[in-house]
């Protein structure tokens, strides 16, 4: 078995229990004050160039984005005392995920409810993908959700700036949620998060998985979506098309069943008879799950859609809030290890330094706590 995460944090955090445990870091819930803190470890950036990349990216985009809504607030980044070199995300700590909440029979997810959550989710993506960032790892583990339903992406461990001429890596996205373009290792780019929403807006109508694939079988994950979403025209695959730059093999395997099981989209009937599924729910998931990432909608086209219409008001405004934020400049990650490890560190300060503020800050806390026991004794 592995070891115990140890959590290195300083005396203001007080440590709760472990309430996440992913391929990387570990987060835990922590008290803080009066307060509830998630931190999250991410352990040992320096063990080679791309680790530190991965860390650099997920501490630039999780602080890049901390102006929008949809995006789970981060009140500090510490490196720990003892010279480690992890490094601790202090976020606002949330009462659950997405997973849990479509597990959880107790919680009703009607329409309204459902494209709430569709509609904070796009938003938060029309923010990342217009700075230029891929999420990649788009979950129902990933989202996080309190109680009045406002969801926040979390987990920017796979996430990266976008640049068009670069061949981004395969196996990007948790399995189930992957997109058909990654599938068969052809080129992708913003739209492969919006195929995850749409696996997501299924899962929420239905509650449950809507491509529980076989754990690392390519093939399975395929022949579901295939199944779904209907065979696509081989002529995706040629010169100029979306899958044009899909490997040998994938492009293989997709001929054959093509020709040996060609298949309609199944779409509209697998939502038939879900509760809170209207014709309207089910064209914005046929088109968010468009085979070809060419025909199918960005986050900012999604949000059009005549679904949103009840929460127009809403998503204008949250529109105009991100939209009046200037762009960070895109940074950059290439370079040596050091160079990398330089980056990090001048924006995740060690202990020290955030230890002191905290302090302070506890003092604060302590001071008005007494103040209002004070107050309630008097009144
Ligand atoms: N701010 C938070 N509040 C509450 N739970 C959280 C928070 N951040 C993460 N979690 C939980 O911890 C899990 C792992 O966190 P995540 O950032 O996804 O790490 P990993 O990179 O290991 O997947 C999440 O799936 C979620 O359930
Ligand atoms: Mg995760």
Redesign the pocket.
Known sequence: MDDPVVFDVPAPFVVEGI?????????C?AKYGNELR?I?KIPNYSKSCDSAKKVLREVQILQQHQYCQQV?CCHTMFRPSSGDKDVYVV?????S?LSSTIKDKNITLDEDRVRYIVAQLLLGLRALHANDCIHRDLST??I?INEDSQV?L??F?LSRFFDPDEQLSFGVVTQWYRAPEIILDAQYDFRADVWSVGVILGELLLRKHLFPGKPNDHADQLNRIFMLCGTPSKDLFAEGRSLARSSDNARRYSFMYIDKRPTQPHLAKVLEGVAGASPNAIALFARLLTFDQAARPTANEALQDPWFEPLRDFINQEMEAMDSVEKPAIPSDSGELADILEQIETLVKPFPEALKIMQDQEAEYAAAAAQDDAAAESS
């Open positions: 309430v996440g445990q992913g391929a990387y870091g570990a987060v819930k998630a999250k789970i976020m606002d700590f949330q009462p995920d583990r990933n996080l926040y979390c987990d461990g």
